[in-house]
Structures are given as structure tokens and as C-alpha cells.
């Protein structure tokens, strides 16, 4: 009979004590948060991590209550607390991400900036280095040659009496050596060459026409043969046109039995092969020098 | 004496239970309203996320005001969760200012790297 009243009076007892459970709210909540602190809030934002867990906490606590409404309430910001961990969590991230992006790029910067100053350090020292060779390859000519810095380029005077005996158009052997130095020093420049042959007065104009164009042709094809681009070169037959001395004493005519190798001054053009110029056509042929004196005319005598 | 101090006592205490929750200080209003102000002028409006939270914290603020009176304790929460939903709300955009900053510094290192191991050969 005694337990008749004990069994109610303790379920009223268990009753009054308990509370109620966790709201879907709250539930969603506490989900919130379990997923936030695996997240980079953990490591970024501690802090704000901690108030949500505070306020998730007391929105547990509230239940005590058994008020619905308070317990929403409070779960709904815990949930907003924890949404807040969670996205300083990702701004922070995001922050630590950008500063190395760009602490890394002046990294790579100064890496492009570098490589470009050896990139100009070197092509400098190259162009030193080639002005250098170029300068010395001259004062090699010098030795055996007349180079002269002209207005449309540099020209290079060989004597005809040491390239080919006389009436003929084939390269004599002590020729060669020189002709060789010469070509070392244009192969040192991308400068198109002109090379023009020369005969003295003596002879018929059309034979010293052809004799000149023959000698420009056989100069020409030692130095291609010497490494000089085909495409560089051009040869031209001048005959007696631009004596550079009198063609009435043996030692003027030596003078005008001459090559001249001339580097241009504008660049070569890609693809263009090396031709034979007959240079006639009077005074305005290509390549003649304007600073030069038309010789007077001579008697035809044999060519040379 | 006694009976009466006691009579007088019990009278307090009783009415100061009958009086309920203390009304909410104005500050608290006015402290939700500032936070409300700084989401709005960094441009929460602007994201879609945070305009949401900036629209539930106007809402929650709509809610403490109306329920002030009546209900100051309920107020209180609603105010609680209107200053949240409007830190929320800056929180958001602030991440999605700065991830926007990553992504772009990021590109900016790719491609400045493309660049580099792209000059090897000499100009």
C-alpha cells in the first residue's frame, strides 16, 4: 500500500527535475560547431571559436528551462556565434594564403629582375667583347689593306697586283692569305658586302669590263667559301670607271688595278643571294663612290 | 513591531517578483544599431550571404523593439542575436574581400613563375 504512493511520487519527483530535450535548433547548432572546430577556425580564429562554444554552452544550459522559445534563442546564437568562428576562421586562412602569395611574388620578381640584369650584362659584355674583335680584325687588315670609314660603309682597298697577275682574273696564292684575314673580319659584322673590281685604263673598255666583274665574281667566291654568308654578298664589275690614281704612269695604274670590299652600313636583307652587278650604266652605277673622280679617258690599250 | 516590519518585508519582496524582467537599456539598442550600421557600410548589402544575415539582424532588431515593452527578457535575446546576425554579416564579407584578394594574388605569383621559367633563352 505504501508503494502505491511511492511510484507517483517519485515520477513526480523525476518530472519536476528533468528538462526537456535538445530542440532541432539546438541540434543543429551543436552540429554547427562540431564541424567548425574541425575546421580552419581551430587554428585561425581560437578566440571566436571559444565564444561559441560559450554561447553553445548556455544555449545546452537553457533546456533546464523547458522553454522552447529560450532555448531557440539561445541556440540561434550559438549558431550565429559559430558561424562567425568559422568564417574569421576562413578569412584568416585566406589572409595567411594571399600575404605568401605575396611575399612569394616579389620573391619571383626580384628572381625576373636578376635574371634580366644578367641577361644585359651578358649581352653587353658580348657586344664588348665582338667590338673588340672587330676593332682588332681591322688593325690586322691595316697591315695589308686601306680601310676606310666611308658614307656608306667601310671600305676595304686590296692592290690588284697582289690578288692577280696581269689580264687574268684567277686569285693568286699569296691572294689567298690575305683574302682569308679579310673574311675573319666580315664574318665579325651582319653587314651586307659589295665587292667591286677595278682594272686600269689600258684596254678596251667592254674586255676591262669584263675582267673586273670576273675578279669582283672570283673574290667574292673565295670569301663565301671562307664562311662569308652567300646571301651577304654581292660582286660588281667597274672596269676602268673611279681610277684612284693617274692611269698614265705604271705606278698609278697599280693603284686603279684594285678590289674594293665595302661593308655597308644598312643591314643585309634576309634571302637575297649573292649576285654579279655588271655596274654599267655610267656614273649612277650601284656602289660607286661619289667622292671619287671620274678618270679621263685613255687610249685602249692590252688590258691588265 | 515585529509583526509589522515582517508584514512589510513580505509586501516588498512580493511586489518586486510581480514587477518581472528590468526593461532593456537603451544602449543595447543602440549598440545593435551600430553594428547594423557597420555591416551596411563595408558593403554587406552587397553579398549575397551577407545581406542575408544584415536582412535577419534588421529583423531581430524590428523584434526587440516591438517586444520591449511587454516582454524585456525575450527582447534582450532578440537584441543578442540581431548584434550577431549583423557581426555575421561582416564577418562574411570580409571573407569574401580577402579570399578574392588570395585568389588574385595567387594568379599574380602563378603568373609572374610562367613569366620566369619562361625567360631561360635569352631575348
Redesign the interface.
Known amino acids: 500500500m505504501r508503494w502505491s504512493f511511492a511510484i507517483p511520487a517519485a515520477a513526480a519527483l523525476v518530472l519536476a527535475c528533468g528538462h526537456m530535450e535538445a530542440t532541432p535548433q539546438l541540434k543543429q547548432a551543436q552540429a554547427a560547431y562540431d564541424k567548425a572546430a574541425q575546421g580552419p577556425a581551430a587554428q585561425y580564429s581560437p578566440a571566436d571559436l571559444a565564444t561559441a562554444k560559450k554561447a553553445l554552452d548556455q544555449a545546452n544550459a537553457s533546456l533546464e528551462s523547458n522553454d522552447k522559445e529560450l532555448v531557440d534563442d539561445k541556440a540561434s546564437l550559438a549558431l550565429s556565434k559559430t558561424a562567425i568562428a568559422d568564417s574569421a576562421g576562413r578569412t584568416q586562412q585566406a589572409a595567411a594564403e594571399r600575404d605568401a602569395s605575396l611575399k612569394e611574388l616579389n620573391i619571383t620578381r626580384d628572381q625576373m629582375l636578376s635574371k634580366t640584369q644578367e641577361e644585359l650584362d651578358r649581352e653587353r659584355q658580348a657586344r664588348t667583347a665582338a667590338e673588340s674583335q672587330l676593332a682588332q680584325s681591322r688593325k690586322d687588315l691595316e697591315q695589308f689593306a686601306r680601310v676606310q670609314d666611308m658614307a656608306r660603309g667601310t671600305v676595304i682597298t686590296l692592290s690588284g697586283g697582289v690578288l692577280f697577275d696581269t689580264g687574268k682574273a684567277e686569285l693568286l696564292p699569296g691572294a689567298q692569305d690575305q683574302l682569308a684575314r679579310v673574311a675573319s673580319y666580315l664574318k665579325n659584322s651582319p653587314r651586307p658586302v659589295v665587292i667591286e673590281g677595278y682594272t686600269d685604263s689600258r684596254g678596251s673598255a667592254k674586255k676591262n669590263q669584263a675582267l673586273s666583274e670576273r675578279r669582283a665574281q672570283a673574290v667574292s667566291d673565295f670569301l663565301t667559301a671562307q664562311g662569308v654568308p652567300a646571301d651577304r654578298v654581292r660582286s660588281v664589275g667597274k672596269g676602268a670607271s673611279s681610277p684612284v690614281a693617274s692611269n698614265a704612269s705604271s705606278n698609278g695604274r697599280a693603284q686603279n688595278r684594285r678590289v674594293e670590299i665595302v661593308l655597308e652600313n644598312a643591314p643585309a636583307t634576309a634571302g637575297s643571294p649573292a649576285t654579279t652587278d655588271t655596274g654599267r650604266g655610267g656614273s649612277a652605277a650601284p656602289g660607286s663612290e661619289p667622292e671619287k673622280q671620274e678618270a679621263p679617258a685613255s687610249p685602249p690599250t692590252n688590258p691588265r | 513591531m515585529l509583526r509589522w516590519l515582517s508584514v512589510t518585508a513580505f509586501a516588498v519582496a512580493l511586489g518586486a517578483a510581480c514587477a518581472g524582467a528590468p526593461p532593456v537599456p537603451a544602449q543595447r539598442f543602440t549598440d545593435a544599431e551600430s553594428e547594423i550600421k557597420a555591416a551596411q557600410e563595408i558593403g554587406a548589402a552587397n553579398n549575397p550571404q551577407g545581406k542575408l544575415?544584415l536582412q535577419q539582424a534588421q529583423d531581430q532588431l524590428a523584434l526587440a523593439k516591438k517586444l520591449s515593452k511587454d516582454d524585456p527578457a525575450?527582447a534582450a535575446?532578440?537584441l543578442?542575436?540581431a548584434q550577431?546576425?549583423a557581426?555575421?554579416a561582416k564577418?562574411?564579407t570580409?571573407?569574401t574581400s580577402?579570399?578574392a584578394?588570395?585568389d588574385e594574388?595567387?594568379t599574380?605569383?602563378q603568373n609572374?613563375?610562367k613569366?620566369?621559367s619562361g625567360?631561360g633563352g635569352?631575348?
Open positions: 544575415h525575450v535575446r532578440k543578442d542575436n550577431a546576425e557581426e555575421l564577418s562574411i570580409r571573407e580577402t579570399r584578394e588570395a594574388a595567387r599574380r605569383l609572374a613563375q613569366n620566369l625567360t635569352g631575348r
